[in-house]
């Protein structure tokens, strides 16, 4: 089926019927493998194919879906029939349409679709036994897990924007248990890309092995102010929470923690973020978003200056700005959202080990974890953490039991140094960071 004449067929019904349209299809296929002991304990295939459409009417949005395509004449008057009864916004709107780059990004790799489910169940058993190789400690490997997505997009509306693309994920990740006479304890290893081949088993099997069994024996330290540095997974956490506060929408609802600050100083000279949809092999890049616009790279806090936040076609309309091309699209069952692709805080010129070495005393952080202390809004931060103790610019005891705790308006103004390690996490979206070092946060222990 030509996916893209039939969403060019649905898109262009929207000027007869005196009315914008656009119609979002997506074709694709997901696999997921969980291994325990061994043995596969789930394994699943499924391919997907579905039309979203939407209507807007004097800024009234109607929007239907479906994955029937032989009745697509009701999927469009439902979406007529919505679009009569929404309320009126009249930011709403279809982009005006924009020349899409067609430098190759690189995120499509058509071996995920077509190698075998049984060389995918050897890397998941492979990245399992590789953790349990770590150390005799390792005593399981709990949430070993593969999965691929390959996917199909096409996007037309009636203001004349068409464009398709492929592109796929392939993501493993495990949860090691490590566990001696004094407790026990878990680490995490994973890896990410567009491509199947960059998928190392034996390096995620490692990861969590390690990760585990370096804080066995762990014990809280007293409560002090101290200097705190947050290994890449940690810091791309923290990442992922200060995308939310550089959103518009988020300025426009009065939801950020950096309102009213733009072009201004709100962080140390250490700290560029940005978010890039043009990364190459990004798990999270796209030619085009979710509206047709060209995804961009925007730098939103450059050497410590609040420089911009991320837009849609609808945030932009309300300030008079441009969409920075982040409507994202989850499926063809929703409408596009604003939100981050590829977001980072950019890595600087230090190796980890020597921003450890540099430290005479404090807390390098492995896993931390959330318990509803960080926000957005009014900049809280307060997490669990564990780790080793740092002391003369040497990592030694494990620490675990404690809680890091300060606001994000002073730890972005405390970032003193910067690692090169940029790594970009799936867990949390596609957030991305290298080791940083956050001096004067609250460590509280015993």
Partial sequence: MDYLQLAKEMAHRGPAAGVEAEAFINVGIECEIRVSQGSVQQLSQAGSKGLGLRVIDGGRVGYAYTSDFDDLDATWTAALELAQAADADTYRGLPEPQSVPEDDLEIYDPTVESTPVDAKVALTKAMEQAALDYDQRIAAADRCVYSDKVEHIFLVNSRGFAGEFGRSVVVGYLRAVGRDTEGQTMGWGFGASPFLSE???????????????????????????????????????????????????????????????????????????????????????????????????????????????????????????????????????????????????????????????????????????N?????????????????????NGVLTRPVSGVTVSSTLPEILQNVVAVGSDLRFVPFVGAFGAPTVRVDGMVVAGR
Wanted: proline letters at 6%; hydrophobic letters at 40%.
């Fill in 199 to 369: 998928i190392d088993p034996s390096a995620i099997g490692a990861e969590a092995g390690r990760k585990a069994v370096e804080i066995l024996g762990g014990k809280p330290v007293d409560t002090q102010q101290a200097t705190v540095v947050f290994d890449p997974v940690g810091a791309a956490e923290l990442v992922g929470w200060l995308a939310q506060a550089l959103t518009a929408e988020a300025m426009q609802r009065s939801r950020s923690f950096l309102l009213d600050r733009m072009g201004q100083v709100v962080a140390s000279d250490k700290v560029c973020l940005l978010d890039n949809g043009r990364l190459k092999r990004g798990i999270a890049s796209a030619p085009f978003d979710g509206e047709g616009v060209p995804t961009a790279v925007t730098r939103l806090i450059d050497e410590g200056i609040l420089q911009a936040v991320l837009h849609d076609t609808y945030t932009a309309r309300k300030e008079d700005a441009r969409s920075t091309g982040n409507a994202r699209r989850e499926s063809h069952r929703s409408l596009p959202k604003l939100g981050p692709s590829n977001f980072c805080l950019q890595p600087g010129p230090d190796a980890p080990e020597d921003i450890v070495s540099q430290v005479e005393t404090g807390f390098y952080v492995t896993n931390i974890m």
């Fill in 371 to 391: 318990v509803g202390g960080i926000n957005p809004v009014s900049g809280d931060f307060s997490v669990g953490a564990s780790g080793l103790w740092i002391e």
